[in-house]
Each structure stands twice: as C-alpha cells, then as structure tokens.
C-alpha cells in the first residue's frame, strides 16, 4: 500500500522569502510522485511530477521539488514566495510498477504568504 | 496541461433526489478516470476508478449502488447520486489519465452538491 504524509497542516511565509512544503511517501515500487495546489471551491490545479531521471524537478510558477529517494521526502519549494500562491498544496503517490493505480494525496497544507 | 471539465459546478436538491454529475476530458483520451470526495478542509478521498467500457472499481466503504458511475466513452464519465441524503453534501472532483504508467491524473474544477 502506499501513502503520503504532509507533517505541516499550515505554513506560514513573509512574501519574498523561500517556502518549502514538506511530503514524505511510502510505496512498494517505483515512486510517481506529484504536487497539485487548490484554490477555493476549485479543482486541483498540476504543479509538477518526478517520474524518473534528475532529482530535482522544475514545475508551474516557479515551484520546484527535490526527490531523495534515502528520506523517501518529496519537498515542495519557491525561492521567493508571492501572495498569490496562498492555497491548499497536495502532495501524492503512485506505485509507478502497478499499472493503472489511482493517487494516494496526502491531507494537504494550507500556505499562507504574508504582504 | 491537459484540460478536464465537470458539469454542473454546483448542485441543490432535495432529499430522496438523484443527481448527475458529468465529468469530460477536453483534449485528450481518459483511459480512466477517477471520481474523489472531498469534505471541507479536508484531503481528497477516492471513491472509485473506472475504465472505459468496463464496470468501476469502488474503494472499500462506497456503495456502488449509491454512487452509480458510467465511463462510456474515453472523453466522458458520469457519476450519479442516487436516492441523495444531506450527508452526500460534499464537494465531489473527477480527475481522468490518458496512457498508463508516468501520464499525469488532470482534475475537473470540481462539484459542489447540497443536498436539503
């Protein structure tokens, strides 16, 4: 089975300064490994995926994430955070050696970038 | 990125009703899709997944009588709520794949049912 844990319910962060959003995982084959972010009363919105190949990981508005595949961590960063990327960040995983299994999210963690 | 869409945005009906909720991948082919719940300030919950042309497969604890879900085509999945109570309130997001293996899972905006 696989899971997903985002320690931080919330994070706080003074625009301008760089944010990271913690995810850890737990799977039995090849880790996918995705963040999304919501808005309110939206969908969820794709930032970026590791599959495979280099550990660091380029994504939408200027995210990124480094997979270390020893700390089984998949942390979500910016280095200049604005208020607009205030939101619900998910972090998820999927078995990549079991065909086609759904994403196991993580609770989410609410970002909130202080002017 | 790939685009999906889900209609309607939100829903109100009365108790003993049943809605539709109709979930289409725009520009490209869903070989699944997925149907999540997700309840305020909460994670996304996965209700079930469907293949198109074949019966859904529901995660433990979801009756499959309740939540009657259609994948007849590779754009478009349907879930019904059917005989809906105010505790099938929720917000409910489909999200579809194209080819199997690394193929990112694209999410619908979202719908919002109360149920009165």
């Known amino acids: 089975a696989q899971s997903v844990a985002q320690p931080e319910d919330q994070v706080n962060v003074a625009e301008g300064n760089p944010l990271t959003v913690k995810c850890t995982y737990s799977?039995?084959?090849?880790?996918?490994l995705f963040w999304y972010v919501q808005y309110p009363n939206r969908g969820l919105q794709f930032l970026l995926k590791?599959?495979?190949?280099?550990?660091l990981v380029k994504g939408s508005y200027g995210f990124e994430a480094e997979f270390n595949k020893s700390q089984t961590s998949f942390h979500l960063k910016k280095p200049s955070a604005l208020v607009s990327d205030s939101a619900l960040y998910f972090c998820?995983?999927?078995?990549?050696?079991?065909?086609?299994?759904?994403?196991?999210f993580g609770k989410g963690t609410r970002l909130s970038v202080i002017a | 990125g790939a685009v999906v869409s889900q209609h309607p945005s939100w829903v109100i009906c009365k108790s003993g009703t049943s809605v539709k909720i109709e979930c289409r991948s725009l520009?490209?082919?869903?070989?699944?899709m997925f149907w999540y719940r997700q309840f305020p300030k909460q994670s996304l919950m996965l209700m079930a997944t469907?293949?198109?042309?074949?019966?859904?497969?529901?995660e433990q604890g979801v009756e499959k009588d309740k939540f009657l879900i259609n994948h007849a085509s590779l754009t478009l999945s349907t879930l019904t709520v059917t005989s809906a109570h105010p505790e099938d309130s929720s917000f409910y997001i489909c999200?579809?794949?194209?080819?199997?293996?690394?193929?990112?899972?694209?999410f619908g905006p979202g719908t919002r049912l109360t149920v009165l």
């Open positions: 999200s579809a794949r194209g080819a199997a293996g690394g193929s990112t899972q694209y």
């Open positions: 799977v039995s084959g090849n880790p996918y």
């Open positions: 590791y599959i495979t190949g280099d550990n």
């Open positions: 998820a995983v999927r078995d990549g050696g079991s065909g086609n299994t759904p994403l196991v």
């Open positions: 520009d490209f082919q869903a070989t699944t």
């Open positions: 469907s293949n198109e042309g074949s019966k859904a497969t529901y």
